[in-house]
T-cell receptor, first 115, second 115 residues
Framework: QQQVKQSPQSLIVQKGGISIINCAYENTAFDYFPWYQQFPGKGPALLIAIRPDVSEKKEGRFTISFNKSAKQFSLHIMDSQPGDSATYFCAASNAGGTSYGKLTFGQGTILTVHP | GAGVSQTPSNKVTEKGKYVELRCDPI?????LYWYRQSLGQGPEFLIYFQGTGAADDSGLPNDRFFAVRPEGSVSTLKIQRTERGDSAVYLCASSLGTMNTGELFFGEGSRLTVL
């Protein structure tokens, strides 16, 4: 009930290409869906987040697409750059409940962008 | 410092020993979270504090784990009788509050290795 499933585990993209990472959740009480970026030896950093009242949110090259009925959401990175090479985590929480910060994370996707 | 500070950055201990991990959150942040990240996995929620009190400790794996935040700022995660399975990176995060969708700021983590 609390799981967030993320795919793929790893992704290799050429510079300038589009990176797409998908997540699916089970708990219908989740109402806050952030994506985090983590570089080796560093803590995760918030990239972009969405609430279920919208189907898409775009910030620069990063877009979240959200499908409430399918309980799925995805991250699209346009014009991928070598500096985007990192591990990406989707997450979910019940912001309307106890705390938006009590996050359930996916397993992570290691993104490599070749120059 | 401007960010979340965690000490030590690395801790190697022997099975059965007691360990303390410290987190200094961003000044003014009332909410503080502890997560545990095993190799190749997403962070797992352990406990969070709103002020001095533990608002939710449902993620603590067993009674060997305990955390305190006596003055509502610095927090210490305490692990008794460490086991090899406790080896992981322990992440601390802070935020301005819990009942909003603002950003969760993570530290770089304390890497615990239990021999």
């Amino acid at each position: 009930q609390q799981q967030v499933k993320q795919s793929p585990q790893s992704l290799i993209v050429q510079k300038g290409g589009i990176s797409i990472i998908n997540c699916a959740y089970e708990n219908t009480a989740f109402d806050y869906f952030p994506w985090y970026q983590q570089f080796p030896g560093k803590g995760p950093a918030l990239l972009i987040a969405i609430r279920p009242d919208v189907s898409e949110k775009k910030e620069g090259r990063f877009t979240i697409s959200f499908n409430k009925s399918a309980k799925q959401f995805s991250l699209h990175i346009m014009d991928s750059q070598p500096g985007d090479s990192a591990t990406y985590f989707c997450a979910a929480s019940n912001a309307g409940g106890t705390s938006y910060g009590k996050l359930t994370f996916g397993q992570g996707t290691i993104l490599t962008v070749h120059p | 410092g401007a960010g979340v500070s965690q000490t030590p950055s690395n801790k190697v201990t022997e099975k059965g020993k007691y360990v303390e991990l410290r987190c200094d959150p961003i000044s003014g942040h009332t909410a503080l979270y502890w997560y545990r990240q095993s190799l190749g996995q997403g962070p797992e929620f352990l406990i969070y504090f709103q002020g001095t009190g533990a608002a939710d400790d449902s993620g603590l794996p067993n009674d060997r784990f305990f955390a305190v935040r006596p003055e509502g700022s610095v927090s210490t995660l305490k692990i008794q009788r460490t086991e090899r399975g406790d080896s992981a990176v322990y992440l601390c995060a802070s935020s301005l509050g819990t009942m909003n969708t603002g950003e969760l700021f993570f530290g770089e983590g304390s890497r615990l290795t239990v021999l």
